[in-house]
């Protein structure tokens, strides 16, 4: 079996749980703003295997991973794929708007948008990316809030006809340069219980609300609806339960000025299932719970309103996260005395945070070692390739179990890394090119550089 790298904590020297006995199942990530839930039964420095069993179901991954003789990053069509059936099945009837900036790869919007999604976009760019999959323009969520004149304006001319929106300025803005469209006003949360909140840039009060669903309509423009996102990586129940209390009071104020929406865009927010906190300590959602208040908070809101109300979402991390992989090697395992006189191992990889782990300083992915097959170990700092110190996972969180014998080409795999890797890859910062990548399943085998 290959060795699958198991993360240490360093503050708690190999005890089982990392929660003193009656504390609570909440606890702060460091670096993120809020608390996050763990899951209560999980045993912490048991192999990561068990810890997220999902990743170890990916046949066509693996296989991909381990035909890969250079680096590239590798979607799984067909997983994506699953992963949309298996959310429309636990919100039917909820019309998903891919968020495409958690991964602009063409071969994964073309496989979504023939499978029925429409597209979250941000950007007249991504407007015409969506277009190029044959979606049809009324299946286009402009979901930025943040568009200046020429952004409205060209996603109008593209045929964008549903905006986002939450404030007074861009309101006048549509009318003017996006006229008799379709307006959502986005609902400020919190982002409690979050990875990313997402809360200051984005959104009103619920109390200003109406005044600018008030002030589309007076420009002319279709109050249709309301938005909201309750934070990427959302963690827990609460969050989900408190943005439809948030929802429920809006849909109650809007109807006593005679404004009826018809769509409530849910957002964003659902979890990837295979990933680690900075810590190391596996990120468990209660997803079904999270599903069941959902299911319930739809009903709710149906109730309220006096005419049908439909919804969206727009999934990102959710339906790519745990479908696409790296194939990276090593570029060095090194062992170096600090400042204050310790030792300390550091695993420098040829991927990191500028080509295609950007993400890397708020989670752990998981590491497998496919030419190891045991040890002995060390628990190493691991680390991207470039003269960047940011290039590196969580310094204060917890070192991860790599194969001594490891040596510098041989390949390293990371998992659960399909959101937000493709975009936010750099040009080339230090050199180091962006991974170019594969997609396998689904009607084509395609690949270029992303
Ligand atoms: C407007 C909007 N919708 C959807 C998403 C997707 O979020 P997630 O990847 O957490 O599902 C984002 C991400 O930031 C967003 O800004």
Redesign the pocket.
Known sequence: MHQIAEPRRAADHGRTSHRAPGAPATSTTPGAPFPVQYDRTVQHDRPALHDHPAQYDRPALRAALAAASEDALIYDLDGIGRQYAALCSELPGVAIRF?M??CPVDEVLGHLARLGSGF?V?SPHEVAQALRTGVAPRLIHY??TVKSDRNIAEAYRLGVRDF?TDCLEDVAAIAEHAPGSRVFCRIATTGEGALWG?SRKFGCSPEDAPRVLDAARTLGLVPSGLSM?VG??QMTVEAWAAAIDSLAAVLEALSRRGITPDRINL????PALGVSDRRGRPLVPPLDKMFTTIREGMERLRAIGTAPLGFLL?????LVADHGAIRAHVARLTSRRRLDGSREDWLYLSCGKFNGLYEMDQLQYRLEFPTHSGGPFVDAVVAGPTCDSDDAYAQEGSPVRVPRAIASGDPVWVHSCG?YATAYATRGFNGFAPLPYTCVGGPALDGGDA
């Open positions: 968020a900036k958690a979250d941000a979901g930025n986002a997402l996102h990427s990586q957002g964003g927010g659902l727009e999934p990102g991390r959710h959101a």
